[in-house]
T-cell receptor, first 113, second 108 residues
Framework: DAGVIQSPRHEVTEMGQEVTLRCKPI?????LFWYRQTMMRGLELLIY????????DSGMPEDRFSAKMPNASFSTLKIQPSEPRDSAVYFC???????????FGQGTRLTVV | DAKTTQPNSMESNEEEPVHLPCNHS???????IHWYRQLPSQGPEYVIH???SNVNNRMASLAIAEDRKSSTLILHRATLRDAAVYYC?????????FGAGTRLTVKP
């Protein structure tokens, strides 16, 4: 398997624009996680899914953020409208059920100007 | 997830052992202790995990206190490539929340 694949790797957008980040988890993994990392706040859990169902979205900062997992092989994190304070590295991770290791993607570096 | 406490930073010399501590005094009976590390410009990667007994793998060893209120990640011979932020987290079969971690610097 190629691991967790995120796209794009880098995104620069203007304030007010819609941004969509994409994640392909490892095949067969039941859990998918979205994180945001900044120098100030560290690595924050935004939302996670189990078997394509959102379980906990309490980390989503506000209504501008939304995440979907239409099937087991694809998830999106959308920001609409984007703001400069959304600039961060966004990571996606997946893992099987049970107390097992998680695998992270390479991240998407988002810059909102 | 229960909270963990780690030192902000540590230094080590290359080829010497490194002991990274983690306190988790509020750990519950079903929480596993996991360690991840994040190399520069990369996503976190799994290192090791355990429940009660000490654990060894090719990357590191995990020593767990008898009362499970603390644990220590042991890198037996640090290399320059081990310079990273090391995260200690507690998990049951649910989410994974990271604290600030320990930034390890390895000096040649």
């Amino acid at each position: 398997d190629a691991g967790v694949i995120q796209s794009p790797r880098h995104e620069v957008t203007e304030m007010g624009q819609e941004v969509t980040l994409r994640c392909k988890p490892i095949s067969g993994h039941d859990y998918l996680f979205w994180y945001r990392q900044t120098m100030m706040r560290g690595l924050e859990l935004l939302i996670y899914f189990n078997n394509n169902v959102p379980i906990d979205d309490s980390g989503m900062p506000e209504d501008r953020f939304s995440a979907k997992m239409p099937n087991a092989s694809f998830s999106t994190l959308k920001i609409q409208p984007s703001e400069p304070r959304d600039s961060a590295v966004y990571f996606c991770a997946s893992r099987p059920g049970g107390v097992t290791e998680a695998f992270f993607g390479q991240g998407t570096r988002l810059t909102v100007v | 997830d229960a909270k963990t406490t780690q030192p902000n930073s540590m230094e080590s010399n290359e080829e010497e052992p490194v002991h990274l501590p983690c306190n988790h005094s509020t750990i519950s009976g079903t929480d596993y202790i996991h360690w991840y590390r994040q190399l520069p410009s990369q996503g976190p990667e799994y290192v090791i995990h355990g429940l009660t007994s000490n654990v060894n793998n090719r990357m590191a060893s995990l020593a767990i206190a008898e009362d499970r209120k603390s644990s220590t990640l042991i890198l037996h011979r640090a290399t320059l490539r081990d310079a990273a932020v090391y995260y200690c987290i507690l998990r049951d079969d649910n989410d994974m929340r990271f604290g600030a971690g320990t930034r390890l610097t390895v000096k040649p």
